[in-house]
């Protein structure tokens, strides 16, 4: 509870400090409305630090998850709309910092024309305009990008894929993140158009919750609804573990985890645990494997990768699941070239970049070399999934929520086109 007393202390005086340096930069454009101004002005930094401390000392039986999460958000996004207005004003500043030292050290002695104000009035209604822009494009990622559903169709070469295999169409959904949707409706028509889709199998790569397996509840029969002819495969990712809660006692979380499998299994699922299966059609063999998470830097490596590649030297083709992209470079390609194709999610594009044609970016990639779509290397493949679902910041701003459409084609791999 300290600690909470201090963060909120420390923000509480953070806002107030950037309120007070608006306020005197904002001002002046509005001499003939200062009592609306002001009004409208305090009433929003009275808003924000009422939705703090509400997040902060608000307990779940006095505000729902959800309502913590809008509150979390309300606030995060007061506070990237006012620091981008500071940025501007602060550049103002800077610039007529440097006019009144030149003026006072005899390079400018000639007082400038016109009514002297502190600010120019220009770039307060720039800086105005600026703090407003990120306000209504994240409540648009939010109201509009979280649940776009976008169906994105690949088609992957494989010289030895067997013929009774060609065609196979395998759909991928990954970070599900039931812990963070807040419109049950959406989600569900999310599933729907994936069913439309009529593929012959599906795969989940990991992030079914963010922390507690309790968070399935109440979209547990909204996935159930997910299921295929050849059957769902699964695999967990890092927010599976419950690693980012707290817990009264490590039994407490090895239950929770516990629960999650049951819970894959009550849907349908075939959960993948560092273990593999072959699937026959026309008796030739195919090859999935699923490994727990394995990801670089300070995600956990509970993955066993020779667990999961047990028995299946002798199929053509070997698919695997795994959640972290980092895996396919850091283990999956120097020791086992002879996985054809690798399936993530993970990065969830940053939920926030720009794809226009061959224009792609997204703070993704700084962390990541893979963080979204197809990749090559050699012979093998990587699929980057953008993710179904959300964490955090409750909206997706030009990278859509996806569901992936794989289809195996018997042929040349040079023919794979890459996105």
Request: hydrophobic letters at 45%; proline letters at 5%.
């Amino acid at each position: 509870m300290s600690q909470a007393i201090s963060m909120t202390l420390f923000l509480t005086t953070l806002f107030l400090v950037m309120d007070l340096y608006l306020y005197k930069g904002l001002r002046i454009i509005f001499t003939k409305r200062q009592k609306v101004f002001i009004a409208v002005f305090w009433g929003f930094s009275i808003l924000t630090l009422a939705a703090l401390a509400l997040y902060q000392f608000g307990g779940t039986w006095v505000i729902s998850r959800n309502l913590k999460t809008i509150l979390m958000v309300f606030v995060f996004m007061a506070f990237i709309s006012k620091a981008t207005a500071i940025i501007f004003l602060m550049g103002d500043d800077v610039r007529r910092g440097i006019v009144w030292i030149n003026r006072h050290l005899g390079k400018n002695p000639q007082p400038l024309a016109g009514k002297p104000i502190t600010r120019s009035e220009f770039l307060s209604k720039t800086a105005m305009v600026a703090g407003t822009l990120p306000f209504f494009t994240l409540s648009f990622g939010i109201l509009s990008g979280a649940h776009d559903y976008r169906v994105r169709k690949h088609i992957l070469y494989l010289p030895h894929l067997p013929k009774s295999w060609d065609g196979v169409v395998i759909a991928q959904i990954s970070d599900i993140h039931a812990g963070s949707f807040f419109n049950k409706t959406a989600v569900r028509g999310g599933v729907d158009l994936l069913m439309e889709q009529k593929p012959d199998m599906v795969f989940f790569t990991g992030d079914l919750v963010n922390n507690k397996s309790e968070e399935l509840h109440a979209y547990f029969e909204v996935f159930k609804k997910v299921k295929a002819p050849l059957g769902v495969y699964a695999t967990t990712g890092n927010h599976d573990y419950g690693d980012y809660a707290w817990w009264p006692s490590e039994a407490a979380k090895a239950k929770n985890f516990k629960d999650l499998k049951a819970g894959h299994k009550a849907l349908g699922w075939d959960l993948l645990m560092n273990e593999s299966r072959i699937l026959k059609e026309g008796g030739e063999p195919l090859a999935i494997a699923g490994v727990e998470n394995w990801g670089k830097g300070r995600f956990p490596k509970y993955g066993n990768l020779d667990a999961a590649m047990e028995g299946i030297d002798d199929a053509p083709v070997k698919l695997l699941l795994s959640h972290d992209p980092s895996h396919w470079d850091l283990q999956v390609r120097p020791e086992y070239p002879a996985i054809d194709l690798m399936m993530a999610g993970h990065t969830h594009g940053f939920q926030f970049g720009i794809e226009w044609g061959s224009i792609r970016w997204s703070p993704s990639q700084y962390a990541y070399d893979q963080w979204a779509g197809m990749y090559r290397k050699g012979n093998q493949f990587l699929y980057v999934n953008r993710g179904y679902g959300y964490i955090g910041y409750p909206g997706r701003i030009g990278i859509p929520p996806e569901i992936t459409l794989l289809t195996l084609k018997r042929g040349n791999r040079d023919d794979t086109v890459l996105s």
